[in-house]
């Protein structure tokens, strides 16, 4: 199993914004692609953060989903819109776990 991790750096103020476009616009598209594993947001350290993880059976596999959710009209026209003004900076990782690792 692959992860993904991406960290999203959202516009001061705007990270409870961002949150409920993803909730209402973007999961219900985002869910018929991708597994999502977690969701959270930075209470210290570098703040107005939203990290989120996502997996997948292989790099192969990664690339077709996103593909698929880059071609649905639902995102490209309903979440970008709306939830990509509000993203400053992102960051994406591919994570593999190690063999004793509790998350494989």
């Given at each position: 199993?692959?992860y993904e991790m991406r960290i999203y750096t959202i ?35 570098e703040l107005n953060q939203i990290i989120h993880l ?20 639902d995102w490209i026209n309903g979440f970008v819109p ?23």
């Open positions: 199993m692959y516009k001061v103020g705007r990270t409870k914004e961002y949150n409920s476009i993803f909730e209402s616009r973007g999961l219900p598209v985002i869910s018929k692609y991708l597994n999502l594993v977690g969701w959270w947001h930075a209470e210290c350290g996502w997996a997948y059976a292989s790099l192969d596999d990664r690339q077709k989903r996103r593909e698929a959710l880059y071609n649905d009209s709306k939830a990509f003004p509000l993203i400053e900076k992102q960051e994406s990782k591919i994570l593999v776990p190690s063999k004793f690792s509790p998350i494989r």
